[in-house]
């Protein structure tokens, strides 16, 4: 006679974390659609400039003030960030809030900065194909900062109430973590781009 095998899944865990979490594959997909997105930007970016005799087209290459200072205050953004994952992953509340306080101020200063980068790029996005395309790369990495922005403003909210007590929140957390540094590292070819190859 076969023996039956019963398994109790009363002790598995209601949410997992990292791989193990359907958030974090949606996040990962989200991530890679963006990524293709911003590749396009760029591939247009880089097909004008072939075609054009001058480049950048009737302007003078952006101020490198502004730019440069996102792109210092994003590189340093990325300590805290990787630190709030560690401490996600541990489930340690108190470091978390305090992290996500960090965070929501390094989400916040780049788009005050980001107020003066536009104007110091020296186009308009209706002058012509030059300006259009790099007012689309700017534009679209800041829509990205926005929307980290709102869920790390989200994420802190619910970490200071009662919800901060939920170890799925640890895992939602860990999730804004990763997508800040898609949000950081896409900036990076963004910068070359929109900065230096203007200067060749």
């Not at 952006?62 to 960030?81: A, E, F, K, Q, R």
């Not at 980068?117 to 534009?139: H, K, M, Q, V």
């Not at 990495?141 to 970490?159: G, K, N, P, Q, S």
Request: aromatic share 12%; charged share 10%; with cysteine.
């Amino acid at each position: 006679m076969r023996e039956r095998i019963v398994l109790h899944l009363g002790e598995l865990p209601l949410h997992g974390m990292g791989m193990q979490s359907t958030t974090w594959w949606g996040t990962l997909a989200f991530m890679l659609i963006e990524g293709t997105g911003f590749a396009l930007a760029i591939a247009v970016y880089l097909y004008l400039m072939s075609l054009a005799t001058t480049w950048p087209i009737n302007a003078p290459p952006p101020d490198l003030l502004p730019g440069t200072l996102v792109t210092l205050i994003l590189l340093v953004s990325l300590v805290p960030n990787i630190l709030i994952s560690r401490w996600a992953a541990q489930q340690d509340l108190r470091k978390v809030r305090i992290a996500l306080v960090f965070m929501s101020i390094f989400g916040i200063t780049p788009l005050i900065v980001r107020i003066f980068e536009f104007p110091a790029l020296r186009i308009s996005w209706d002058t012509n194909a030059y300006g259009s395309a790099i007012w689309l790369l700017l534009g679209l990495h800041t829509t990205h900062i926005i929307t980290d922005l709102a869920d790390t403003l989200v994420l802190a909210a619910l970490m200071f109430t009662s919800h901060g007590q939920n170890r799925r929140r640890f895992g939602d957390v860990q999730d804004n973590a990763m997508y800040w540094n898609f949000v950081v590292v896409a900036w990076l070819p963004i910068y070359g781009c929109i900065y230096w190859l203007a200067r060749l």
